[in-house]
């Protein structure tokens, strides 16, 4: 199977899908969400979904005049909905994992599961890839992103270690970076750390955090009043900034005020507190274990 959908049910019931609705899945990936949204629409609503990957729309639905695939970096969602001369859509739903076939792929370097090309990147079509990171980023840069990234506080010690291996030959494989960073974990949380140091360098080959903050800023564009915004998390700093900005509309989280000191923001909480797969989907689908799904509507 290409992918198993987190919170299928749960992220598709926050859209409250009405039939004759207008939908986007920023997010097609193996077309979970999208083909349960399809599976709500009637004959006069419409689903667009996104996805730069190349290997994705092969998942495409045949035949389905409600549906329209968009290969494209999401950061780019309202541009795209100009172009289908769409005003205004009635829900958005992203779900910011990544696929458990990029992990699954050896050649796509995802995963130190496999020795392969130190790729990682999501459109594999053009950008920088993970070897260009390890092999030309200053010491200082890549310590940087090992810790905001990758969440490792021995980020300078592992830094330091990839530029002292890289003088002496390139690390191009994902099993080079591995050997290299490995010495420096600790052994109860090897795996843990390894994950890790592949994550932070996938943002940042990705752009993740740059395209999720258009992208989330797009919304408020894109959205009619009423219209619903439903987002799947795996890690606290994309976690952090969707909660921030379904608070306040604004990446810091920081609610204005009018004279009277009422709130001033475009949404209101769905979902309150994040949604988390049970025990069992966790235990099934074990890719769903650090997810948090959130969903509000735009007000205003």
Do not use: C
């Given at each position: 199977?290409?992918?198993?959908?987190?919170?299928?049910?749960?992220?598709?019931?926050?859209?409250?899908?009405?039939?004759?609705?207008?939908?986007?899945?920023?997010?097609?990936?193996?077309?979970?969400?999208?083909?349960?949204?399809?599976?709500?629409?009637?004959?006069?609503?419409?689903?667009?979904?996104?996805?730069?990957?190349?290997?994705?729309?092969?998942?495409?639905?045949?035949g389905d005049a409600r549906f329209t695939f968009v290969r494209?970096?999401?950061?780019?969602?309202?541009?795209?909905?100009?172009?289908?001369?769409?005003?205004?859509?009635?829900?958005?739903?992203?779900?910011?994992?990544?696929?458990?076939?990029?992990?699954?792929?050896?050649?796509?370097?995802?995963?130190?599961?496999?020795?392969?090309?130190?790729?990682?990147?999501?459109?594999?079509?053009?950008?920088?890839?993970?070897?260009?990171?390890?092999?030309?980023?200053?010491?200082?840069?890549?310590?940087?992103?090992?810790?905001?990234?990758?969440?490792?506080?021995?980020?300078?010690?592992?830094?330091?270690?990839?530029?002292?291996?890289?003088?002496?030959?390139?690390?191009?494989?994902?099993?080079?970076?591995?050997?290299?960073?490995?010495?420096?974990?600790?052994?109860?949380?090897?795996?843990?750390?390894?994950?890790?140091?592949?994550?932070?360098?996938?943002?940042?080959?990705?752009?993740?955090?740059?395209?999720?903050?258009?992208?989330?800023?797009?919304?408020?564009?894109?959205?009619?009043?009423?219209?619903?915004?439903?987002?799947?998390?795996?890690?606290?700093?994309?976690?952090?900034?969707?909660?921030?900005?379904?608070?306040?509309?604004?990446?810091?989280?920081?609610?204005?005020?009018?004279?009277?000191?009422?709130?001033?923001?475009?949404?209101?909480?769905?979902?309150?507190?994040?949604?988390?797969?049970?025990?069992?989907?966790?235990?099934?689908?074990?890719?769903?274990?650090?997810?948090?799904?959130?969903?509000?509507?735009?007000?205003?």
């Amino acid at each position: 199977m290409y992918h198993i959908p987190v919170l299928l049910q749960p992220t598709v019931d926050g859209l409250a899908v009405r039939p004759s609705g207008t939908y986007v899945d920023v997010t097609f990936g193996g077309g979970g969400h999208s083909r349960e949204i399809l599976r709500r629409l009637g004959e006069d609503g419409h689903l667009y979904s996104f996805d730069q990957d190349a290997d994705a729309e092969g998942n495409v639905p045949e035949g389905d005049a409600r549906f329209t695939f968009v290969r494209s970096n999401f950061r780019y969602l309202r541009n795209w909905m100009r172009y289908y001369g769409v005003e205004a859509v009635d829900g958005i739903v992203a779900d910011l994992g990544v696929s458990s076939h990029h992990f699954d792929e050896r050649e796509r370097g995802f995963s130190f599961r496999f020795d392969a090309p130190l790729d990682m990147r999501m459109n594999g079509r053009a950008g920088m890839t993970a070897a260009d990171v390890v092999n030309r980023y200053g010491e200082e840069q890549l310590a940087d992103l090992l810790w905001l990234y990758g969440e490792l506080k021995n980020s300078r010690r592992l830094a330091a270690a990839i530029v002292k291996a890289r003088s002496v030959q390139p690390l191009l494989l994902t099993g080079d970076l591995m050997h290299t960073v490995q010495p420096l974990l600790p052994r109860e949380r090897e795996k843990k750390d390894l994950a890790r140091v592949f994550q932070a360098l996938r943002m940042e080959v990705n752009h993740e955090m740059d395209a999720l903050r258009e992208m989330l800023l797009a919304t408020l564009q894109v959205l009619r009043p009423g219209g619903r915004l439903a987002v799947l998390t795996y890690h606290s700093l994309e976690d952090r900034m969707v909660k921030n900005f379904m608070r306040a509309g604004r990446m810091d989280g920081k609610v204005e005020q009018d004279f009277y000191g009422r709130r001033l923001t475009p949404w209101r909480s769905v979902t309150g507190r994040a949604v988390q797969p049970s025990a069992e989907e966790q235990q099934e689908n074990p890719r769903s274990r650090s997810a948090k799904l959130r969903v509000a509507e735009k007000v205003q």
